[in-house]
C-alpha cells in the first residue's frame, strides 16, 4: 500500500542526513503538537485518514489509501476490550472504514472512558472534552457497549475469538510500577496511580483515604502524572469546587496541611518527562512559589542550542524558573505564597524511612546520582552518596504498567506489553492490539488515537485480504448466553446515560459538572439490578 507522509512526525523519525519539511515542527518528550489546525480540517475534508507507522520510540505520521469495502459482504463482528480512548479510537476507525462492521466493546468498570474519566485530571475538563466523540461512536447502531464485563474472568479471550471474527485489546495499563525498595509497603506511601483513582472517582480506590496531615510531601518521577499530583495537592480548595473531582477528596483535600512539595527524579533538568504546559501551570499556581536550585542548571545554556525545539522551550522555561531574578509583581506574589513546590534532580529513592514507631512514612533516603552517555542513552549512576529528605507522604509517580489479561494471550512482563507487529499479536492470528497495551503507557490522547487508527487498519487489510475467519460468527448473541450462565449482567451504554444523567443532577447543587457515583452496587441499584 502507497504510503504519504504528511507534516505529523516525531523529529527523531526523520533522517538526519536530510532537513525537515519547510515549515514542520520537532517534537519530543513522547507526545506531539500539531502545529496547524487548519492543516487537521483539511485532511479531514478530503477524506484522507492521519496513521502511523511505528518503529522503537519513533512516531512517523502519515496518510494511507482508503480500502474499499462492499456493502454486500458479510458483516463482520468485531470485539474491543477497553473502553478508553484505544478502545474507543479502534472502534471509531472500525464503524468509520468498513460500511457493515459491527463492533462490541467490553469494559470491567460500570461506567466507560477509561483514563479520560478516571485519569485526566479534573482541572482538566478541556481534555475531557473528547468524550463527546466516544459518545457518538457509543450511539452507532453498529456499536454496543458492555460494561461490568471483566474479560479473563467473567469470559475468556477464547470465548471472544470463537464468537468474533476479530478480538482487539485495548485495555491499556491499569498497574503502576514498583519502587521496590525497602519501606514501599508502609502507611503514607501510595501510587500516584492510585492516588489520581481517588480524587477522580475510581471504585477500587475510593476508600484510599491519603493522611495529608503532614508539611511535606514527596512524588518521585517528574512526569505529567506527577506534576498533576502536585498541583492538586498545592491548589486552593476553592479553584476545585467546581471541578468534578469527588466531594470525599475534596474534602480531605480542604483540611491539608501540606506546605511543600518535592517532585524527585534521577536525572536532570534535561530529561524531565513532562509537557510545557503541566510546567507553566505549576509556576503560575496561586499560593505557591517554586524552589529550583540554580546549580542544578550551570552548563545548560549552551547545551540546549541543538536539542529539538520543544524541548529547548520547556528547558529555557525551568532556566529562567531558577536563575533569573522574578519581576516586582510576581516577587510580590511569591512572597506571599503560603505553599512551595520544587524540582530535585539527581536523586534515586533508596529506602521509605519509618516514623520512631514504625508506623508510618517519615521521610525517605535518596541516592545522589550522576549522568553518564550522550543523548537517549544518558542514564543516572549513582555516586555512593545519600540525603535523607523528611516528609509524611510519598507518592510513586515512576509509570503505568499493563497486566496479562488471559493465559492464552502472549505477554512480556519485562516491557508489560503484548508482543506484537503493528498490533497483530503475535502467532495468535485474529488477535490484535492498541493503545497502551501495544506500545507501552507513553503518549498523549492523540498518541493513542493514531495508534488505534493503525491497529484498525491493518485489521481491515487483513479482513480485506481473506485472513480472518470466513464466514458468520454470533457476536455478542453468544456472548450473552455465556454471561447469562455465570450471572453477569452487563451495563449498556443507555444505562451508562442513566447513570450520567444522576451524577449530573447531583453536581447541580454544588455548581459542580457531576458528582460521580463511587459505588458500583449504588450503581446498579440505580439501574434496578
Not at 545548560?300 to 536539542?307: A, F, P, S
Not at 493503545?435 to 498518541?447: L, M, S
Amino acid at each position: 500500500m502507497a504510503l504519504r507522509c504528511w507534516r505529523w512526525w516525531h523529529w527523531s523519525a526523520w533522517p538526519r542526513s536530510r532537513p525537515p519539511p519547510s515549515g514542520s515542527t520537532p517534537t519530543s518528550g513522547g507526545s506531539e503538537e500539531v502545529r496547524d489546525p487548519a492543516d487537521t480540517r483539511a485532511l479531514r475534508k478530503k477524506g484522507r485518514r492521519v496513521q502511523m507507522r511505528l518503529k522503537p520510540g519513533r512516531l512517523i505520521f502519515c496518510s494511507t489509501l482508503k480500502l474499499q469495502f462492499s456493502t454486500q459482504e458479510q458483516t463482520p463482528q468485531i470485539c474491543v476490550v477497553g473502553s478508553g480512548p484505544a478502545g474507543f479510537y479502534t472502534a471509531q476507525h472500525l464503524l468509520k472504514h468498513h460500511p457493515r462492521a459491527c463492533v462490541d466493546i467490553f469494559e470491567k468498570q460500570l461506567v466507560p472512558f477509561g483514563l479520560v474519566r478516571f485519569g485526566v485530571a479534573p482541572d482538566h475538563p478541556e481534555v475531557k472534552n473528547v468524550i463527546n466523540t466516544f459518545t457518538q461512536t457509543a450511539r452507532s447502531d453498529r456499536c454496543a457497549f458492555h460494561g461490568n464485563v471483566v474479560v479473563g474472568r467473567d469470559v475468556t479471550v477464547p470465548e471472544l475469538r470463537e464468537a468474533y471474527h476479530a478480538v482487539v485489546l485495548s485495555y491499556g495499563a491499569e498497574d503502576n510500577q514498583a519502587l521496590e525498595i525497602p519501606g514501599e509497603e508502609l502507611p503514607g506511601v501510595f501510587s500516584a496511580r492510585a492516588f489520581v483513582g481517588w480524587y477522580n472517582g475510581l471504585p477500587e480506590n475510593r476508600e484510599l483515604a491519603p493522611d495529608l496531615s503532614c508539611d511535606t510531601a514527596v512524588i518521585l518521577g517528574q512526569g505529567n502524572v506527577a506534576l498533576d499530583v502536585a498541583r492538586i495537592l498545592l491548589t486552593p480548595p476553592e479553584h476545585l469546587e467546581k471541578t468534578d473531582i469527588t466531594e470525599a477528596a475534596l474534602g480531605v483535600l480542604r483540611q491539608s496541611q501540606v506546605k511543600t512539595v518535592w517532585i524527585v527524579g534521577r536525572r536532570g533538568p534535561l530529561q524531565v518527562a513532562f509537557t510545557i504546559k503541566e510546567l507553566r501551570e505549576m509556576i503560575q499556581l496561586p499560593g505557591t512559589r517554586p524552589i529550583l536550585d540554580p546549580a542544578d542548571f550551570l552548563g545548560l545554556q549552551d547545551r540546549i542550542k541543538e536539542v529539538p525545539r520543544p524541548r529547548k522551550r520547556l528547558t529555557e522555561l525551568l532556566l529562567r524558573t531558577a536563575t533569573e531574578k522574578p519581576g516586582v509583581e510576581e516577587a510580590a506574589r511569591q512572597a506571599s505564597a503560603s505553599r512551595a513546590w520544587g524540582l530535585r534532580f539527581f536523586r534515586s529513592p533508596k529506602q521509605v524511612l519509618p516514623s520512631a514507631d514504625g508506623r508510618q512514612v517519615a521521610g525517605i533516603r535518596l541516592a545522589v546520582t550522576r549522568l553518564e552517555g550522550v543523548g537517549e542513552a544518558t542514564r543516572a549512576v549513582p555516586t555512593g552518596d545519600v540525603e535523607d529528605l523528611p516528609c509524611g507522604l510519598v507518592l510513586s509517580s515512576i509509570g503505568y504498567k499493563s497486566r496479562p489479561i488471559d493465559p492464552s494471550v502472549p505477554f512480556d512482563p519485562k516491557l508489560g506489553i503484548i508482543p506484537n507487529v503493528d498490533g497483530r499479536v503475535m502467532n495468535v492470528p485474529g488477535l490484535y492490539c492498541s493503545g497502551w497495551v501495544k506500545r507501552g503507557p507513553t503518549g498523549v490522547i492523540t498518541t493513542t488515537m493514531t495508534d488505534s487508527f493503525l491497529t484498525s487498519q491493518i485489521l481491515l487489510q487483513d479482513l480485506k485480504a481473506g485472513q480472518l475467519p470466513s464466514g458468520p460468527r454470533p457476536g455478542y448473541a453468544a456472548i450473552k448466553a455465556l454471561l447469562s450462565s455465570r450471572g453477569v449482567w452487563p451495563v449498556s451504554f443507555s444505562d451508562w446515560e442513566k447513570l450520567d444523567a444522576e451524577e449530573v443532577s447531583r453536581g447541580q447543587g454544588t455548581g459542580k459538572p457531576r458528582e460521580k457515583l463511587l459505588d458500583p452496587q449504588e450503581m446498579l441499584r440505580l439501574l434496578g439490578r
